[in-house]
């Protein structure tokens, strides 16, 4: 848990994000204040993970939808970036012009160090991020490279042909004849305050509607792969417990042996 209050011990929204690490709750015109709050202090982390001048041309960004309709959002979807740094992804978000066809968007990307960052706002805009599901969705990015490929080489790529990085190898995972990048725990520790967040914000989300992108299209989609634990994930974020001195908030990232102890904490922990 250190590495995630690396950036919210300095945030203005340590006080909401220990509340929430606690277990407490917000009524509903403060978890709208919050939400804001985010979307407001995340410009100035783009800014810093752009740059000024681009973020100036480029931002804010324009790859949205029109704002959320009756019924607003019923469901949030957990992707991958299938990157290895939050500046790629935000410039793919950003309105620069590509030289590739494609408008994909998300509403949130949490960074590996946790820093949640709002690029579109969940609280009226729609993002391009599932599909036919946008118009119901919440769409929320973590920076990971998610599927690996080992070449010949002994070298491993992530979307196929770009290099990983030497530094992190040592932290993939092998399932069965399948290369993955972990999740650090700084992520899935802001995923749960973020989630909390926005579910006291917009009532018509429902629980059973948190899912991830492989849930919702199995056939194209492998996000958020099986290193991401959707399920005891979510029970832990709706059982309003606090997250604070768990066994698995006290590594820096979820290994296979990790994600299997973090589940059977978890599942203890609910039914204590």
């Known amino acids: 848990m250190k590495d995630w209050f690396n950036w919210v011990k300095t945030s203005s929204l340590q006080a909401a994000a220990d509340l929430t690490l606690n277990g407490g709750r917000f009524n509903l015109e403060d978890a709208i204040c919050v939400v804001k709050e985010l979307n407001e202090e995340s410009v100035l982390h783009i800014k810093e993970y752009v740059g000024e001048e681009f973020y100036t041309q480029y931002f804010p960004s324009k790859r949205h939808g029109k704002n959320w309709s009756s019924p607003f959002p019923s469901g949030l979807v957990d992707h991958y970036t299938a990157g290895i740094k939050a500046s790629h992804t935000l410039k793919w978000f950003s309105n620069k012009k590509r030289s590739i066809r494609g408008n994909s968007s998300a509403h949130i990307l949490i960074d590996r160090n946790g820093v949640i960052l ?18 119901s969705n919440i769409g929320v990015e973590h920076v990971n490279a998610g599927l690996l490929t080992k070449n010949s080489d002994g070298k491993f790529y992530y ?40 579910f006291e914000a917009i ?6 509607y948190f899912t991830d992108h492989q849930a919702l299209d199995p056939d194209r989609k ?11 994930l979510n029970e832990l974020v709706f059982s309003w417990k606090p997250v604070r001195g768990m066994d698995w908030a006290k590594k820096s990232f979820l290994s296979v042996g990790d994600i299997e102890e973090f589940k059977l904490e978890v599942r203890d922990y609910i039914a204590e």
């Open 118 to 135: 709002s690029v579109i706002d969940p609280l009226t805009k729609i993002a391009w991020h599932a599909g036919d599901d946008n118009t």
């Open 203 to 208: 009532p018509t989300l429902k629980e059973d």
């Open 222 to 232: 492998l996000d958020c792969g099986p290193l991401w634990p959707l399920y005891e």
């Open 159 to 198: 979307q196929e042909t770009r290099s990983y990085p030497e530094s992190r190898i040592p932290r993939i995972q092998q399932i069965e004849d399948m290369y993955w990048e972990p999740y650090s725990t700084a992520q899935i520790i802001s995923n749960i305050v973020l989630k909390r967040w926005l």
